[in-house]
Structure formats: structure tokens, C-alpha cells
Nanobody
């Protein structure tokens, strides 16, 4: 199993940038596809981005395409989410997630097996 620790959230003005990190423990990190989800207050958890085990394939929600970039460093057991041109509607708790033993991307929360504890991102207008 992979244990995940999210970090990098904070308060930023609209138009600003943040980079989230997700540090994973466990020897199988490099064989897992990884994803980022977010959950705003009073709303359901939604897909943001995902990356395949090698980093060769990525997928983004339409709402963040062109503004967010997901990447991974398998040598450091870490996945990143670079968020640029942030908008107030990006405000949410962001969670990274791992697909244990599965290398391809997915968009539904139930397709992920392990979750980080979440990191708050707040974008002020």
C-alpha cells in the first residue's frame, strides 16, 4: 500500500500560482497512476488531474486545462500539481490519490485506493 501526504496549499490572490506536492511512501509508487481531486465546501469531490505510472499520459478536467499541470518524480516518490492563473472557484481542499497496482489514469474517486489527508487552497478575489 502507498501512504500519501499532501502539502503546499495556502491563500493566494486570483491570478496567482501554487504548487501542491504529494509525498508517497511505499515501494510500489512508480507503478501507480496518481490523481488530484478537490472538494469545495458543500460540494462533492471532483476530479482535477491524473497522471499515468510513467508520466507519459495525463488527463485534466476541463475547468483546469491549460492552467494546471500534473507531474511526477518517481525517484522522489512525489507527484505535483502546478496551479497557475488561479480563480476564486478553485478554492477547495485538494487531495492526491493513488491507484494501487494500476498504471493508467482514471477520473472517478472510487477508482482510487489511497488518499492523502488534503491541503486547503483558498483563492481570494
Amino acid at each position: 500500500q502507498v501512504q500519501l501526504v499532501d502539502s503546499g496549499g495556502g491563500l493566494v490572490q486570483a491570478g496567482g500560482s501554487l504548487r501542491l506536492s504529494c509525498a508517497a511512501s511505499g515501494r510500489t509508487f512508480s507503478s501507480n497512476a496518481m490523481g488530484w481531486f478537490r472538494q469545495a465546501l458543500g460540494k462533492e469531490r471532483e476530479f482535477v488531474a491524473a497522471i499515468s505510472w510513467s508520466g507519459g499520459s495525463t488527463d485534466y478536467a476541463d475547468s483546469v486545462k491549460g492552467r494546471f499541470t500534473i507531474s511526477r518524480d518517481n525517484a522522489k516518490n512525489t507527484v505535483y500539481l502546478q496551479m497557475n492563473s488561479l480563480k476564486p472557484e478553485d478554492t477547495a481542499v485538494y487531495y492526491c490519490a493513488a491507484r494501487y497496482g494500476k498504471g493508467w489514469t482514471a477520473r472517478l474517486p472510487h477508482e482510487y485506493d489511497n488518499w492523502g489527508q488534503g491541503t486547503q487552497v483558498t483563492v481570494s478575489s
